[in-house]
């Protein structure tokens, strides 16, 4: 009877700030983090958040294994490039240049692993193209002692993660039957460039829906900022220092608007707002969050287009063992305040032997359900994505 292997990605997320350039990667992983945000809204009662950049890369991992359909499907429902041999160094350097550059007041860092089976031989060219262009380290381990094991990758994690994320991998979800672990980490804590000031922030009312309503705690500053608005939404444009990274909101004009503003949620929307942002003199007034949130993706990974993975998959290029997905766990974390955010998101695959006008001063008044991205300037790429609805429920 075959069995089925398991392997885990943890990624945590780091964000900067520059002009932007083409970079295809991340316009292929923007486009799978709307197509994503439309599936996992549905399931999503009160806030929403997550890191489109750390999903993206630990199956970009898992990826470099596929082979035939399941290739085929990943490449399409990920919207990966086809031709492996250019895609993967391309990754190599996109991951690089997140990565770099951050100064003073920003931290990013992106850490990697394979946790792999004292019985498994990897292929060399898998192992050669994750330890290379992901720069990750090759730790073995017994998952016969599943405890240990399980207890190893999340201490692992929560180090690479300032201790944000912790439990990324429950109990049972490995098991003696999991062969590799692939582990992707990456932490973001970023200073707003102009902190709000702590002696601005006051209690006020934050909209659930219509009446109903909640007290939150507000900052206010203004200045100028990229800006835009139109008769459906206001967007605005938060830079963290060093302008390599930025935080984007999306405001519905009216407080019960947001699934209105949802049902346009795409990428060529996204990009087009963010073309039309220009500098303008605004009164931000934004409310303080934080909040864990953790999802289980294989079904929705699934029903996106890539089923085979889970199923009938084609994973030769990992080992001579017959391997498929048996699970896609991911957790996020996030902290916006008066000084800036701090956020950090993990990633787990597990696989198993097979079975507007200048001059007027705009009001930019978050107290409603809003939707907000964190991306990187330098490449356009989001790291973070999510959506607030009560930003006092942690």
Known sequence: ???ILASAFVLIIAITLHAQQDNPIADSNNLFAFKLYNEVKKSAKENLFFSPFSISTALAMTYAGAKNETEKQMSSTLHFNSDQNSFQPAYKTYLEKIESDTGKDLTIGIANSLWIANSLKLLAPFKDIVTNNY????????????EEARNEINAWVKQKTNDKIKELIKPHIIDAATRLVLVNAIYFKGKWKTPFSKDSTITDDFYESGPSN???????????????????LQAIEIPYDSNKTSMVVFLPKEIMGIESLENQLEYSFYSKIISLLNSQKVIVTF?????TLAFELAGTLATMGMPDAFGAADF??????SMSISHVIHKAFIDVNEEGTEAAAATAVTMKIMAVRPGRTYAFTANHSFIF??????????????KITDPTKE
């Open 1 to 3: 009877m075959k069995r």
């Open 135 to 146: 720069n990750s380290e090759a730790k073995n381990v017994d998952f016969n002692k599943t």
């Open 214 to 232: 909640v007290h939150a705690e507000f900052m206010h500053k203004t200045g100028h900022f990229k800006y835009y608005e139109d008769s459906i």
């Open 287 to 291: 409310p303080k969050f934080k909040t």
């Open 316 to 321: 030769s290029g990992i080992s001579h063992e």
């Open 373 to 386: 991205v964190i991306r990187d300037t330098g490449t356009g790429s989001i790291l973070f994505m999510g």
